[in-house]
C-alpha cells in the first residue's frame, strides 16, 4: 500500500471515529439529556458527590467536553458554584479515562452487531427516545470499526524509515511529543478520539510506548482547551470552571512529564499489551488529578476567582455573549445558552418600560429618543436568538428539547413585540404629550402607576417562570393577567365617571388627556398580554387547562 493510500485510509478511520462519537453523545443527549441535568443539578451536596455526578455523565456521553461545558452553564446561570463545578469536571476527566478503558477490549465481534441493531431500531422507532437508542447503537458499532481500521492501516507504517525518523524524535523529545499530542486533541475537541488514536498506533507497533505516553499527556492538556475558547463569549462566571480544569491539566502534565521514564516499568509489569499500558496510564493520570485536586477544589476556586473576578469583563449589552455556535451538538447546554440570552434581552426590555413610563409620565422627548435607540438592541438580541434556535432546530431534537425550542423562539418573539408596543406606542404618546404640553389627572396618573406596577410585576415573574419552568409561577403568571383586567376595568371606569362630570363644566377640555390616556391602557394591556401568554405552553404541557372557554 502507497504511504498516500495509508494517509487516506488513516485519516478516514479517524474521521469514522469522530462521527461515531458524535452520534454517541448526540443520542445520549437526546434521549437523557434532561435526566443528566437532573444528574449535575442535584450533585452539589459535596465534592464528592459532584465528581460522581461528572464520572458517570461523562461515561454515558463519552465527551468530557459536552460534561465541562454542561458544568459552565449551570455556573454561568448561577446554579452551582465554582468548587462542585470544578468537582464535576475531576469526574468527567476520570469518567472519559474509563470509557477509553472499555474500548480497549477485543469487541471487534461487537460492531457488526451494534450496527445491525442500530439500524433496526432507529428505523423501526417512530422517534423519541427508542430512535435515540438505535443512534447510540449505531455510533459505537462505527466506533469499534473505526478502531479496527486504524490498527489495520496503521500496521505498513513500522516499515516506513520516513515514519520511524519522525518517532524517535518524539520519543526523545518528549516535550514535543505532549505539544504534538494537545495539538491534535484541540483539532478533534475530544481527548477520548486523541487516545484511542495513540492507543491504536501503538497496539500496531508504529509508536513506542514512552512516545505514546507523552502523546497521552498532550491529549489530556490539550482537550481541556475546546471548554474554554467555547466559553469566550460567556459571563466571568460561567468561564471559571474550565479554565480550573485547565489548570488542573497543566499541573498534573507539569509533575508527569518527569516521571514518563520511571512510569513505563511499572506499566509493563501490570500488562504487556502497548494498547494497555497506553490507556492504564491515561486512567492512571486522571485518576492522580483527582486525589491531588479534588481536596484543593476550594482553593483553586478562590484562585479562579482571583483571577477572573466578577464586573471586570466587558459587558456589552447590545449584543448576545452567550449563543455559542460550539454548544448546538449539546441541546440541553445550547438551550441554556438561549435561557441567559433571553434572560439578558428581559433586562434591557425591563429598562426600556420604565424608562419609557417615564418619559411619557414627565413629558421627557430625551428619555424617550433613549428608549428608541433601546429597541435596536431589542430587535438585534430578537434577530440572534433566532438564528440560533433556527440552527438548533435544524438537529434532531428529541420531541422534549423540540418543544423547549418552539417555546422559546414564541417568547422571544412576544418579547420582541413588547419592544415595538413601548417604542412605536408609548414613545409616541409621550411624545404627543409632550407637544401638547397635556399633565394627567392625578387620579388618572395614580392608575397608570398602579398598572405599571403590575406589568413590571408580570414581566419578573415571566423570566422566573422561563429560567423555573415552575407551573406555580406559571399560575401565578396568569393570575397576574386577571389582577391586571380587574385593575383596568376600574381605572377605566373611573376615567369616564370623571369626564362625565367634566362635560357639565363649559370650560374643561380634556378630551387630549382623555385620548392618551386610554390609549397608555390599552398598550399597556398588550404588553401584559404579551407576557402572561408565555405560561399557556407550561401549563398546556402539564393539562392545566381547559380545552376551550366557551359553554358547550
Known amino acids: 500500500m502507497s504511504g498516500t493510500a495509508i494517509l487516506i485510509n488513516l485519516l478516514g478511520g479517524v474521521a469514522l471515529l469522530l462521527w461515531g462519537l458524535r452520534m454517541v453523545r448526540t443520542g445520549v443527549t437526546r434521549a437523557f439529556g434532561d435526566d443528566l441535568q437532573r444528574l449535575l443539578g442535584h450533585s452539589l451536596r459535596n465534592r464528592f458527590t459532584a465528581f460522581a455526578a461528572g464520572l458517570g455523565a461523562t461515561v454515558v456521553l463519552q465527551s468530557s467536553t459536552a460534561t465541562s461545558l454542561l458544568a459552565a452553564s449551570f455556573a454561568g446561570r448561577h446554579l452551582m458554584a465554582t468548587a462542585p463545578a470544578l468537582a464535576i469536571l475531576l469526574g468527567a476527566d476520570v469518567g472519559t479515562s474509563l470509557v477509553a478503558q472499555i474500548l480497549t477490549f477485543d469487541l471487534s465481534l461487537l460492531s457488526p452487531i451494534l450496527l445491525l441493531s442500530g439500524l433496526i431500531i432507529f428505523h423501526s422507532a417512530s422517534g423519541g427516545r427508542r430512535r435515540n437508542l438505535g443512534r447510540i447503537c449505531l455510533g459505537l458499532g462505527l466506533v469499534l470499526l473505526a478502531l479496527r481500521l486504524i490498527v489495520s492501516t496503521s500496521e505498513p507504517l513500522r516499515a516506513s524509515p520516513l515514519a520511524q525518523q519522525i518517532l524517535v524524535a518524539l520519543t526523545d523529545e518528549a516535550v514535543i ?11 478533534s475537541h475530544s481527548s477520548l478520539t486523541t487516545v484511542l488514536l495513540i492507543m491504536s498506533m501503538a497496539a500496531g507497533g508504529v509508536i513506542p510506548v514512552g512516545a505514546a505516553l507523552a502523546l497521552v499527556l498532550g491529549a489530556n492538556l490539550g482537550a481541556a482547551a475546546p471548554p474554554i475558547v467555547a466559553t469566550l463569549r460567556s459571563g ?5 470552571p474550565p479554565l480550573g480544569n485547565l489548570l488542573f491539566r497543566l499541573i498534573g502534565c507539569v509533575l508527569a512529564l518527569p516521571l514518563l521514564d520511571q512510569a513505563l516499568p511499572w ?11 497506553v490507556v492504564d496510564f491515561h486512567t492512571a493520570f486522571n485518576i492522580g488529578l483527582a486525589i491531588l485536586f479534588l481536596p484543593l477544589t476550594g482553593p483553586m476556586a478562590r484562585l479562579i476567582e482571583a483571577l477572573l473576578p466578577e464586573g471586570t469583563e466587558a459587558d456589552d449589552e447590545t449584543r448576545p455573549r452567550h449563543l455559542d455556535a460550539a454548544a448546538l451538538d449539546t441541546p440541553p447546554v445550547a438551550l441554556a445558552n438561549v435561557r441567559r ?8 426590555l425591563e429598562q426600556m418600560l420604565s424608562q419609557g413610563f417615564e418619559a411619557l409620565r414627565n413629558n421627557d422627548t430625551a428619555l424617550a429618543s433613549k428608549v428608541e435607540k433601546a429597541d435596536d438592541v431589542i430587535d438585534g438580541f430578537h434577530a440572534a436568538i433566532m438564528r440560533y434556535l433556527t440552527l438548533l432546530s435544524r438537529e434532531p431534537l428529541g420531541d422534549r428539547d423540540s418543544q423547549a425550542c418552539a417555546d422559546l423562539l414564541m417568547f422571544t418573539t412576544n418579547l420582541e413585540h413588547v419592544g415595538d408596543i ?10 404627543k404629550k409632550s407637544q401638547q404640553r397635556i399633565q394627567f389627572a392625578a387620579p388618572d396618573l395614580a392608575d397608570l402607576t398602579i398598572l405599571f406596577d403590575l406589568v413590571r410585576d408580570s414581566m419578573r415573574l415571566c423570566f422566573a417562570m422561563l429560567m423555573s419552568n415552575d407551573i406555580a409561577v406559571a399560575r401565578q403568571l396568569i393570575g397576574q393577567k386577571t389582577l391586571f383586567r380587574q385593575h383596568e376595568m376600574a381605572a377605566t371606569e373611573r376615567h369616564q365617571q370623571r369626564r362625565r362630570s367634566a362635560a357639565t363644566n363649559p370650560s374643561d377640555d380634556g378630551v387630549g388627556a382623555s385620548s392618551i390616556f386610554l390609549d397608555v391602557l390599552r398598550d399597556l394591556r398588550r404588553i401584559n398580554s404579551h407576557l402572561t401568554s408565555a405560561a399557556y405552553p407550561i401549563l398546556d404541557s402539564a393539562g392545566e387547562l381547559r ?3 366557551l359553554r358547550s
Open 267 to 277: 506499566l509493563a509489569l501490570l500488562e504487556a499489551d502497548p494498547a494497555r499500558q
Open 422 to 431: 413601548i417604542e412605536l406606542n408609548l414613545v409616541e404618546l409621550a411624545r
Open 341 to 348: 440570552e433571553v434572560v439578558r434581552m428581559g433586562e434591557v
Open 547 to 549: 380545552p376551550t372557554r
Open 177 to 187: 511529543a505532549v505539544l504534538v499530542g494537545a495539538a491534535i486533541a484541540w483539532l
Open 236 to 240: 466571568v462566571v460561567a468561564r471559571r
